[in-house]
């Protein structure tokens, strides 16, 4: 994989800068849910545009009625993978509110156990969606298909076929997030354009991978015969 190109290609676009405008300004407004569509289609493009090996895989920013639409069903299957946190925590409200009826004194203690466990659990679900997000991406903007996300086996076959990429992948997204928080314009608006960097940096990686993983598996399949 190709960190260096990942970190610095969209700067080879001759329309860069007005591209990572457009990406900041609706990543501005993702803070009101609006324009999280936006960028996770135009994230699915550019993935798609890196697995084909397009040599500018940045997209234009027309057509977004496709854009908001492959975003949102990408969006859709995230929320998804968040329902067990989210019932869980719907659990731990409910039980809180019953004991501090039933009674007040040991509610307290049982209260600090409840968090702590949903705490535990929280931490666990979101590392193992952290994980397997990457094979989610690639393999939605692959098909274009909402149950892209969910066909399990797929999804982990993808996973070994070359794991030690995939979590060189998962660790640079990781390390790019991080970045974009603290990074070029500090925790101001620009924050909001570094974030969107940050997912173009997590879409090359991503179509970077499917085309190593797709090259190893041929490679294995010819092994095979």
Same mark, same amino acid.
């Given at each position: 994989?190709?960190?260096?190109?990942?970190?610095?290609?969209?700067?080879?676009?001759?329309?860069?800068? /007005?591209?990572?405008?457009?990406?900041?300004?609706?990543?501005?407004?993702? @803070?009101?849910?609006?324009?999280?569509?936006? @960028?996770?289609?135009? /994230?699915?493009?550019?993935?798609?545009?890196? /697995?084909?090996?397009?040599?500018?895989?940045?997209?234009?920013?027309?057509?977004?009625?496709?854009?908001?639409?492959?975003?949102?069903?990408?969006?859709?299957?995230?929320?998804?993978?968040?329902?067990?946190?989210?019932?869980?925590?719907?659990?731990?409200?409910?039980?809180?509110?019953?004991?501090?009826?039933?009674?007040?004194?040991?509610?307290?203690?049982?209260?600090?156990?409840?968090?702590?466990?949903?705490?535990?659990?929280?931490?666990?679900?979101?590392?193992? @969606?952290?994980?397997?997000?990457?094979?989610?991406?690639?393999?939605?903007?692959?098909?274009?298909?909402? /149950?892209?996300?969910?066909?399990?086996?797929?999804?982990?076959?993808?996973?070994?076929?070359?794991?030690?990429?995939?979590?060189?992948?998962?660790?640079?997204?990781?390390?790019?997030?991080? @970045?974009?928080?603290?990074?070029?314009?500090?925790?101001?608006?620009?924050?909001?354009?570094?974030?969107?960097?940050?997912?173009?940096?997590?879409?090359?990686?991503?179509?970077?991978?499917?085309?190593?993983?797709?090259?190893?598996?041929?490679?294995?399949?010819?092994?095979?015969?």
């Amino acid at each position: 994989m190709d960190i260096g190109k990942a970190l610095t290609y969209m700067f080879d676009d001759e329309n860069w800068l /007005m591209k990572i405008l457009m990406g900041g300004l609706f990543s501005l407004l993702s @803070v009101i849910l609006i324009g999280i569509p936006f @960028v996770l289609g135009y /994230m699915v493009e550019t993935i798609k545009n890196v /697995m084909d090996g397009v040599p500018s895989p940045l997209p234009e920013w027309d057509n977004l009625g496709e854009k908001f639409t492959k975003g949102l069903m990408l969006a859709l299957i995230l929320f998804i993978y968040q329902i067990p946190n989210l019932l869980l925590q719907c659990v731990r409200i409910g039980a809180m509110l019953a004991l501090a009826e039933a009674d007040p004194e040991a509610a307290e203690k049982a209260t600090l156990i409840i968090q702590s466990c949903q705490g535990c659990f929280s931490l666990v679900w979101g590392l193992l @969606v952290a994980a397997i997000s990457p094979a989610v991406f690639v393999k939605y903007a692959q098909t274009e298909d909402f /149950m892209a996300g969910f066909r399990f086996g797929e999804l982990f076959d993808f996973i070994k076929t070359d794991l030690g990429n995939y979590v060189i992948a998962v660790l640079l997204t990781w390390l790019a997030g991080i @970045v974009a928080l603290v990074g070029l314009c500090g925790l101001c608006i620009g924050v909001f354009f570094t974030g969107f960097w940050s997912r173009l940096v997590q879409a090359h990686l991503y179509g970077q991978l499917y085309q190593t993983i797709s090259t190893e598996s041929a490679v294995q399949m010819g092994a095979e015969n």
